[in-house]
């Protein structure tokens, strides 16, 4: 798995994004997330959903962030 996360800025509609949240560049941050292995699953689509929240809360840690599971501007 590619470990470089020095990655191009995917541009959300909201300033936040969290479980239950419908947004196209979800996408685009679960196909990221399952190219570096840290997606659990590969359901693709637009939705935030609890395996979005757990992979994020995973880069959140490996990153050293609070693992808050909530996808906003770093």
Do not use: C
Request: no cysteine; net charge negative; proline share 1%.
């Amino acid at each position: 798995a590619n470990t470089d996360f020095t990655w191009e800025e995917i541009k959300t509609q909201k300033k936040n994004l969290k479980i239950g949240d419908v947004d196209s560049s979800i996408h685009y941050i679960k196909k990221r997330l399952l190219n570096v292995g840290l997606l659990v699953n590969d359901n693709i689509n637009d939705t935030f959903d609890i395996a979005l929240q757990k992979s994020v809360e995973i880069f959140q840690k490996h990153v050293s962030y609070y693992p808050s599971g909530i996808i906003d501007a770093m």
